[in-house]
């Protein structure tokens, strides 16, 4: 009798010690569980250890919390312009409120996945095919706002949305390329006819430097030579003045120069390379004359003195 009461005893303990275990619940970091009592949700429980009543509440939906990506699934749009893009993204998100998520719809991944089809959808076709190619930061901005919004119902965020690809048709694709070779070619032909331009400036502006320089040389030497002949006609007269004085006869002094300017004139026609025959004028001896008297004077000007 006592074994059997030793039996009941242990089997009690056990069944109580397997009850009170069923109701110990432990909740993994990032996951938050919601507890239902006969079939209506009741709670949530966090991360941690957490105690339900056995065999009146359970253990309702496993909830993950943490930040999650999802694939938007590629699809053919058709643009504003009639043009056929093929266009995939990427979405973030993330629950705040548990029981939201969990019982205000029913497949929480496929219904922001077909959300997010949709309004890719009518994004991309308010816009032309240059926009969507070239817009992307706005087509992001403007599926990122539309998501938040309508998924706050289901107590979830949309953190972030990328568009990944965007693929034009083939022809379209190779117009775009024949363009852009176009535009570059264009380009290379701009800056080539600047450079050409401003070289032509350049060699102009080189061109009136020298023009300017060789001038400014030029009125320099014509300066000096105008200064020189002054000074020279300054001495021819001042021996002018000194011969007439020294003679006292300003005809004779004028004989003189003259005979002498002749005499140098003789003098580098013979000894030019190019002359062979040399003509002396018949006036020569008129002018040795002339010497010859001047000559005479200036002894008898200085017997005098």
């Known amino acids: 009798m006592d074994g059997f009461l030793f039996f009941c005893l242990m089997l009690l303990i056990f069944l109580a010690g397997s009850v009170v275990f069923t109701g110990i619940k432990i909740v993994p970091q990032g996951n938050e569980w919601t507890v239902e009592r006969f079939g209506r949700f009741r709670m949530v429980i ?19 919390v943490q930040e999650q990506v999802l694939d938007i699934p590629s699809q053919v749009v058709i643009t504003r312009d009639n043009a056929t893009v093929r266009v995939d993204g990427v979405l973030f998100y993330q629950v705040y409120d548990s029981s939201l998520a969990a019982y205000q719809v029913f497949n929480l991944q496929a219904s922001i ?26 087509i992001n ?32 694709t190779r117009a775009m390329a024949l363009q852009l070779t176009a535009d570059r070619e264009k380009r290379a032909k701009i800056l080539e006819a600047e450079g050409v331009r401003q070289a032509e400036i350049l060699r102009a502006e080189g061109m ?6 060789e001038a400014e040389g030029k009125l320099a030497a014509a300066r000096l030579e105008a200064e020189a002949r002054e000074r020279l006609a300054g ?15 300003p005809d004779a002094a004028l004989q003189y120069f003259v005979a002498q300017r002749y005499v140098d004139a003789l003098q580098k026609m013979g000894e030019s390379p190019a002359a062979r025959m040399v003509v002396v004028p018949a006036e020569i ?21």
Not at 46 to 51: A, C, I, S, T
Not at 141 to 161: C, E, F, N, P
Not at 208 to 213: E, G
Request: hydrophobic share 40%.
């Open 46 to 64: 966090k991360p941690g250890l957490n105690f339900i009543i056995p065999f009146v509440d359970r253990v309702g939906r496993r909830i993950n």
């Open 113 to 138: 996945i077909n959300l997010a089809l949709t309004n890719l959808r009518t994004a991309l076709g308010s816009m032309e095919l240059d926009e969507v190619l070239s817009k992307r930061d706005e």
């Open 141 to 172: 901005s403007r599926l990122l706002g539309a998501l938040d919004q309508a998924t706050q119902t289901w107590g979830t965020k949309v953190t972030r949305v990328e568009i990944k690809d965007v693929l034009p048709p083939e022809d379209i």
């Open 208 to 213: 009136k430097q020298s023009a300017i320089l």
């Open 235 to 249: 001495a021819e007269a001042e021996s002018t003045r000194l011969l007439v004085d020294q003679v006292g006869r």
């Open 285 to 305: 001896s008129n002018l040795s004359g002339a010497l010859g008297a001047l000559t005479e004077i200036l002894k008898q000007t200085d017997g005098k003195k």
